[in-house]
């Protein structure tokens, strides 16, 4: 079983940046895309930014220019850089991988509130 253990969640105002992170124990990593979700009360789960094995990002378009993903293979850890947050990205962030190899199986963090006050 792959676990994933967020970090770097909590309340900062507009403007303000967080960084969370990403860790799993699995070797799996390196084989894995990697990606960060979130799910704001009352709305549906959206991917907000996917970095693929080879390191090659790819972005919402409500984040581009804002946030950035990372990822350190030798610490199997990914990165959501995020700043000039703004309210609405308040929302439950979980970090998700997923195997490019079969079985391409895909695991979920518990997730991390971030919350944007205005």
């Known amino acids: 079983q792959v676990q994933l253990v967020e970090s770097g969640g909590g309340l900062v105002q507009a403007g303000g940046s967080l960084r969370l992170s990403c860790a799993t124990s699995?070797?799996?990593?390196?084989?894995?895309?990697m990606a960060w979700y979130r799910q704001a009360p009352g709305k549906q789960r959206e991917l907000v930014a996917a970095?693929?094995?080879?390191?090659?990002?790819d972005y919402a378009e409500s984040v581009k220019g804002r946030f950035t993903i990372s990822r350190d293979n030798a610490k199997n850890t990914v990165y959501l850089q995020m700043n000039s947050l703004k309210p609405e990205d308040t929302a439950v962030y979980s970090c998700?991988?997923?195997?490019?190899?079969?079985?391409?199986?895909?695991?979920w963090g518990q997730g991390t509130q971030v919350t944007v006050s205005s």
């Open positions: 998700n991988l997923r195997k490019i190899v079969p079985p391409r199986d895909s695991y």
């Open positions: 699995s070797v799996m990593f390196r084989l894995s895309t």
């Open positions: 970095i693929s094995t080879a390191g090659v990002p």
